[in-house]
């Protein structure tokens, strides 16, 4: 009872401007958070704070050496923590330094353009699988990915479906890098991606799918992978693995990623149109028959 009263007492002390300060920090936290969540910089938070709290149970239970012991990990935890984690370090800095200020105030491309992006990359999809064309595509979001960017060669084209089969063909010298979307447009191809080390991934999974997992994992990028054995298409994001993807499932998951306002019943989209020709093309070519 006694604490709530000083609760009440130091919000009755407090001015307008620690509201204002109050309510800026927590604006900066919340977008901030998603800029960093990845699976290595979590696990490196879900360290310190064991730490932490491993430090205050065994102070509040006496146990002196191992809250001795503690302590001096956190006396020199600073030093250890940059010294062990200084590759997830350097690429969370990277992350946040490539993050457009626009996006902090929740500016995006217009839901339109995107639409018509996903609606191009389905059908290039559906073909390259029914080919058996491989293909590595990367969605860029919140995070630039400007160092793996620059491992590639700078394109700048609009998004279409015959500029990503042609990139992706098997005799083009960009095929087994991968593609880079940003900002609506094809930035680069023939980039290299970081492999994931997942022991969750299956075995027959190759490179490129271990690349496509491997960039979800260490940014929030959505990656497209269409598989050169057999022709299946998966999707990448959050270090989790989608296969086996129909075009219409790949175009629903595309929209929920990268346009999670829009509504899934707008039959009259641009996605929606792609998917009904789709359709009709396989009926023609007889895919749609049993």
Known sequence: MENLQEFFATLQKMQWSDYLDIIVVAFLVYKMLPLIRTPNIMRIARTVIVVILMTWITDEMNLHTINWILDQVLAIGLLAFVVLFQPELRRMLDHIGNVKIGSLFGSSKPMQEMEHVIAQTVMACDVMSREKVGALIVFCR??????????????????????????????????????????????????????????????????????????????????VIVSEENGTISVASGGMLKRHLAPQTLEKLLRNELCPDAGMENEGSAAAQVLKKITKKKEDDGYGKK
Not at 144 to 160: M, N
Not at 166 to 171: A, L, P, Q
Not at 184 to 191: N, P, T
Not at 207 to 218: F, K, L, N, P
């Open 142 to 223: 919140d995070q630039r990915l400007d160092e793996y960017f620059k491992t590639g060669t700078q394109i700048d084209g609009q998004v279409s479906e015959q500029l990503l089969r042609n990139i992706f063909f098997k005799n083009s010298p960009l095929h087994d890098g991968a593609m880079i979307i940003r900002d609506g447009r094809v930035a680069a191809a023939g980039c290299v991606l970081p492999l994931s080390d997942s022991h969750r991934l299956s075995a027959d999974l190759g490179t490129r799918h271990r690349a496509g997992v491997g960039m979800s994992e260490a940014s929030d990028a959505v990656v």
